[in-house]
Nanobody
Framework: QVQLVESGGGLVQPGGSLRLSCAAS????????MGWYRQAPGMQRERVAL???????IYTDSVKGRFTTSRDNAKSTVYLQMNSLKPEDTAVYYC???????WGQGTQVTVSS
């Protein structure tokens, strides 16, 4: 059983920044491809970023150049740095072990003035 615990969400003004963290239990974190997803009210969950087990990254077009994902295998933690936030980034953000059943509990990000 793997547990994922997210933190770092909150309320931020447009143009601001937030850093999300996702800490994983278990000793084989380094083998996982990790995804960041978000779900806005009434919308489908979408993947915004992926970091592979060797550190390659992929971003959805709407966040390219603004969001950066990284990982620290020694801490079993993956991060999502979000800059230049927009109101349309408002959503619950989740981390996920790709191709597996494990999801974090989600953390709310609200971008509003």
């Amino acid at each position: 059983q793997v547990q994922l615990v997210e933190s770092g969400g909150g309320l931020v003004q447009p143009g601001g920044s937030l850093r999300l963290s996702c800490a994983a239990s278990g000793s084989i974190f380094r083998l996982y491809h990790m995804g960041w997803y978000r779900q806005a009210p009434g919308m489908q969950r979408e993947r915004v970023a992926l970091i592979t087990n060797i550190g390659n990254t992929i971003y959805t077009d709407s966040v390219k150049g603004r969001f950066t994902t990284s990982r620290d295998n020694a801490k079993s933690t993956v991060y999502l740095q979000m800059n230049s936030l927009k109101p349309e980034d408002t959503a619950v953000y989740y981390c996920h072990i790709e191709n597996g059943p494990y999801w974090g509990q989600g953390t709310q990000v609200t971008v509003s003035s």
